[in-house]
């Protein structure tokens, strides 16, 4: 009978043990959005001094949650320093894309442009909010 208990006491740990650790993989919450940002430079004319260096912009979802774009900051340099920090809004963002909402697994394109007396590089950052109120 005590051979038993300790058969039927180790069983059911392994059994409360197996149950634990089954949460623990793999994760946890809903999927977040993911952006891959590509532009299309093709063809790139090396304009004159003050002019526009223009280039498509490209926002793909790969992930199967959309986003509602909420602001674009550029971020431009000349060398190491920084010149110049530029924020579109929503209604900015949605007059470059012709829409602010990236719905998931699709893409919206636009075309930017960079003065080239301004800057040598920029950094562009989105921020926003998915279908799962993540904030990106």
Not at 41 to 52: A, H, I, K, T
Not at 53 to 72: M, P, Q, Y
């Amino acid at each position: 009978m005590k051979r038993k208990n300790k058969i039927f006491v180790s069983l059911i740990l392994v059994f409360i043990l197996i149950i634990v650790l089954s949460g623990c993989s793999g994760t946890t919450g809903p999927k977040m959005t993911k952006i891959n940002i590509s532009f299309n430079l093709d063809p790139v004319p090396y304009p004159e001094e003050g002019e526009s260096w223009l280039w498509e912009t490209i926002l793909t979802e790969c992930n199967g949650v959309g986003v509602t774009l909420t602001s674009l900051t550029f971020d431009l340099y000349n060398q190491d320093q920084k010149v110049f920090t530029d924020i579109w809004d929503e209604i900015w963002v949605e007059g470059l894309f012709d829409s602010n909402y990236l719905p998931a697994f699709s893409s919206l394109q636009g075309g930017l442009g960079l003065n080239v007396q301004e800057a040598t590089h920029q950094i562009i950052t989105i921020t926003g909010v998915d279908d799962n109120n993540n904030q990106i």
